[in-house]
């Protein structure tokens, strides 16, 4: 009988730990690139399959090597600049005189002025969030010789950004046309800034943790993933995490993850199951609740593929209309193959039409 420490992962995460020369790596039942490519585009759907490093077993050298290229590309055409407000106390006037502060602290001296300026800088938000996930990222360990040498690269290219203080929360930044080609490495750098965990032990060991719930990893891919074709196909909307309420008091609130609305009414709801096998009992009661609130005829469950369980099977709810359908997505293939399988599976779910009279309310 073995004896020892044992360690024991917690259900749906995987990751690693590295110790010094030690590491703990719990795998997932996909790679590890096909794990980032999902965390990457339900934070960014504009995430590329391409961007994503390898098929390696590694998750500390595929995370490295995928911000690199998310970031190269966005430095392509220069470091994002933007305006910034600053106070300041000067001889010469540019910007805003603060009239209250200057009566405050100068009195009737006409000589320094305090001013608040507007500066053109690439001392923004934007680049101090890129910064620190460069940084993080240096302090890794296993991380190859030709990566390091290019995230070296790609700090030095922010020469004049202020280093973030350690313990404070990111400062926040707003998505827009002129940050349009950052939007990928920002969410996937605040996504590594809210996962990783580089430290030190007592005695100098390095310590650098990655921990993934892959159930919220793989509703979030879901989601982004059916939100965006359906956008190609309807003028309907869709909402993630859909609030309503199971009861007619409105005291019990559900949220299905998935739900796709056209003229203001439910058509279709979805929700991600990181499972495999046969549809789970309470499941099926989960989605029949879901349905009956929204008032559809049916509901889909988004299984993982496993080994004889590819084909979609159909539950008829015995005494009512509902039919739950369950599919299932493979998580093992490539990211491109995986985005794909979602695409082609958001086609079979055309907006079904809401039961008649039902009590969406």
């Known amino acids: 009988m073995a004896t020892g420490p044992q360690v024991k992962p917690q259900l749906n995460r995987v990751g690693a730990v590295s110790i010094g020369d030690h590491e703990f790596v719990v795998q997932p039942k996909a790679q590890f690139s096909s794990v980032l490519f999902m965390l990457g585009y339900a934070a960014d759907p504009g995430f590329r399959p391409e961007e994503v490093s390898g098929e390696g077993t590694e998750i500390f050298p595929a995370i490295a090597e995928t911000f690199a290229r998310l970031l190269e590309r966005a430095l392509g055409r220069g470091v994002l600049q933007g305006y910034r407000r600053l106070d300041e106390t000067a001889v010469a006037i540019r910007g805003r005189v603060r009239f209250s502060d200057q009566m405050s602290r100068r009195g009737g001296q006409l000589l320094p002025v305090e001013l608040t300026v507007d500066e053109y800088t690439v001392d923004i938000a ?6 620190a996930a460069l940084k993080m990222l240096l302090a890794l360990p296993r991380v190859s010789s030709d990566a390091r040498r290019r995230l070296v690269h790609l700090e030095s290219k922010l020469v ?3 280093p973030l203080r350690a313990g404070l929360p990111l400062p ?4 827009s046309r002129l940050n349009e080609r950052f939007h990928a490495p920002l969410r996937f750098a605040e996504l590594l800034l809210a996962r990783l965990a580089p430290s030190t032990t007592g005695d100098g060991q390095r310590i650098a943790s990655f921990v993934v719930n892959m159930a919220e990893a793989f509703e979030g891919f879901v989601t982004a993933g059916l939100t965006e074709a359906f956008a190609e196909n309807s003028r309907g909307v869709s909402i993630g995490q859909y609030p309503t309420h199971l009861d007619q008091e409105r005291r019990q609130p559900i949220r ?8 203001g009414r439910p058509t279709v709801v979805v929700d991600a199951k990181y499972k495999t096998g046969a549809p789970r ?32 099977r159909v539950a008829h709810i ?28 958001a086609h079979g779910l055309s907006p079904r039409l809401a039961a008649p009279g039902g009590p969406y309310r």
């Open 126 to 131: 934007e680049n101090q969030i890129l910064q």
């Open 172 to 175: 926040s930044w707003q998505p």
């Open 318 to 345: 015995a005494g009512s209309t509902v039919a739950v359908r369950t599919s299932r997505l493979d998580v093992a293939l490539t990211p491109e193959s995986l985005l794909g399988e979602l695409r082609e599976l």
């Open 281 to 312: 009992v309470e499941d099926l009661y989960q989605m029949l609740a879901y349905c009956t609130v929204l008032g559809l005829n049916e509901g889909t469950l988004i299984y993982l593929a496993g080994e004889s369980n590819a084909t979609p």
């Open 256 to 263: 299905p993850d998935f739900v796709h609305l056209v003229g």
């Open 160 to 162: 004049g950004v202020t």
